[in-house]
């Protein structure tokens, strides 16, 4: 059956006709983002939600998806997603960072030309009769610092920008490196050399408990007399308050913004003073941009639903196109390894650690890390995945720990996995084939070669003669088919394992005359994904 997708708020005809092209169904429903009791009643039919910014996507909400597995955001802002309870639900939330970027970079730029030379009101002034070609004197950016504060993706294109007009450009970005900072012709600062030395000063950096309150009354008193403020970035970053009182007073000769603390800003402390140039949030706000999230949107979510290619996931790593390809089947590994230690752990998990070894640990070891976790987690609650998994495990206090390391062995390469509880350690290895089947390689560190089977039977017990005869009669005996049959054993007379792959669940009362025997130490059946 084809994925469904509900797009729930306005999209363009192209982004819906792209998922169509996808082989995707796609209920095109714009308005029903705000019919909230209705989106409620039907939410439960679908695979992916499309929105923009009218859809609140809640935890409520998210308790009826039961089939959701993917929100998609139009745009880069997700304060209208409950992504930690879209997490704990398993839901990949997706957004489209870079569709709006040369937008937003524009937006800025263009609110620097405004209040360094009073467009606004002098356009005001103009319509209203008047000729007050005196009263509004400007500034010339030529020549000019500007202090970028933030040099990511939206940043670095001002900076350019900035470069461009000929201004001096300085910037403040624990991120930015030196080879970045060379290539965009800009200079490093601290923040506070960029208060000091900045004409004008324009944010691009996301609103976290590091950012709130950048520009406080504290940074803002550090500030060049007659320095311009730009912010189209987020609202909380600037204290506006005590940006009222500079401006008042003259220190600050102006500011621009696009973004408040509170919105809808209906009312706010630079509303109505001289030489603030404001707009409603309109750095994305192009036919262009618009068009560009809502495709790059659409095509993310179909590579999702068909391929499980992730992109620009809030909430889990992102995997590409060719990624998944390549690692499709060390994903599956992974999740293996984490299922039969999980099914193997009947005591609290205190510590699950993640070695790569070889080749794959050149691979995108976050989403192997959360296949793995996955697996272990998927012991005690079926309907976890990679989204979930890693939520569930810090929840329940687990420390996740990786390590790589160059090729040791045998195999070009192969992930071992460790879990650790209050009594015991248990460890369990394996690789992918040239044929692309995932394989058990050691299990509590005796050596083996294991095929993967959906219904699998694993025993310990001391390597005496007989063990294998008695598996297979009583497997024979009661009607259950050997598809493979894997021994090891750490050295003549000590521990030994068996694993035996078998065409079907071995029933509690096999297990029980297995145990009769005396023979084994542990019967433990296991079940395995391998679709």
């Known amino acids: 059956m084809a994925p469904k997708v509900l797009v729930s708020d306005k999209l363009s005809e192209t982004a ?46 998210l308790e009826r998806a039961d089939n ?57 002034s103009t319509h209203a009769g008047k000729w007050e070609k005196s009263r509004f004197m400007g500034s010339e950016l030529t020549g000019k ?11 670095g294109i001002v900076c350019e920008r900035g470069v461009g007009l000929r201004m001096k450009v300085i910037a403040y970005d624990p991120f930015l490196s030196d080879e970045r900072a060379a290539k965009l012709n800009v200079t490093k600062v601290e923040l506070d050399e960029l208060l000091q030395r900045a004409d004008f000063i324009t944010l691009h950096v996301p609103f976290t408990e590091k950012t709130a309150n950048i520009l406080s009354r504290e ?8 320095v311009r403020i730009v912010n189209c970035a987020r609202g909380g970053l600037v204290d506006e308050e005590a940006l009222a009182e500079m401006l008042k007073s003259g220190h600050v000769a102006g500011a621009a913004f696009d973004v408040f603390a509170k919105e809808p800003a209906t009312d706010n402390p630079l509303f109505n003073l001289p030489n603030v140039v404001c707009t409603p949030h309109l ?22 639903l068909n391929t499980g290619a992730v992109e620009n996931a809030l909430n889990m790593p992102s995997v590409t196109a060719e990624e998944a390809k390549v690692m499709g089947p060390w994903l599956k590994l992974a999740e293996h390894l984490g299922a039969f230690i999980g099914q193997m752990t009947d005591e609290p998990i205190k510590a699950i650690n993640i070695l790569y070894d070889g080749k794959v640990a050149e691979m995108n070891l976050d989403a192997l ?17 990679l989204v979930s998994a890693p939520v569930q495990a810090a ?76 598996l297979g009669q009583t497997m024979g005996a009661n009607g259950v088919n050997i598809a493979n049959f894997t021994l090891g054993r750490s050295e003549p007379g000590k521990d030994a394992i068996a694993l035996l792959y078998v065409d079907a669940p071995v029933k509690p009362a096999v297990i029980d005359k297995l145990k009769e025997t005396g023979m084994f130490r542990n019967v433990s059946p296991l079940a395995f994904n391998v679709a």
Do not use: W
């Not at 309870?85 to 030309?113: D, L, Q, W």
């Not at 610092?145 to 940043?155: D, R």
């Not at 460790?418 to 369990?428: A, C, G, K, Q, W």
């Open 145 to 155: 610092t500007l202090g970028v504060i933030g040099a990511g993706n939206i940043g």
């Open 68 to 124: 959701l597995k993917v929100v998609g955001r139009a745009g880069i802002g997700v304060d209208n997603v409950d992504i930690p309870a879209a997490s704990k639900k398993g839901v990949i939330v997706m957004n489209t960072p870079y569709g709006n970027m040369i937008t937003t970079a524009e937006h800025a730029i263009a609110m620097m030309f405004a209040v360094a030379r009073q467009i606004p009101e002098a356009s005001a």
């Open 283 to 304: 750095g994305a706000s192009t036919t262009e941009a618009q068009e560009n999230v809502a495709l790059q949107v659409a095509e993310q979510m179909s590579a999702y």
């Open 369 to 385: 890390g959360c296949s793995a976790i996955a697996g272990v987690m998927a012991a005690s609650n079926p309907d976890v995945n």
């Open 395 to 470: 929840e329940r206090g687990i420390q996740i720990s990786r390590t790589t390391q160059a090729k040791s062995g045998v195999f070009d390469s192969f992930v071992k996995l460790t879990v650790v509880t209050d009594t015991r350690e248990r460890s369990i290895a394996g690789t992918v084939f040239s044929d692309g089947k995932p394989r058990f390689i050691q299990i509590k560190g005796i050596t083996i070669d294991a095929e993967i089977g959906a219904n699998m039977l694993y025993t310990t017990n001391e390597d005496v003669p007989g063990i294998i005869g008695t």
């Open 219 to 226: 940074n803002l008193a550090k500030t060049k007399k007659g």
């Open 16 to 61: 819906v006709q792209i998922f169509r092209d996808n082989g995707i169904e796609v209920d095109f429903l714009p308005t029903l983002g705000k019919e909230k009791d209705k989106l409620l009643e039907l939410i439960h039919n679908y695979d992916g939600l499309a929105i923009r910014s009218a859809t609140k996507v809640t935890e409520k909400l």
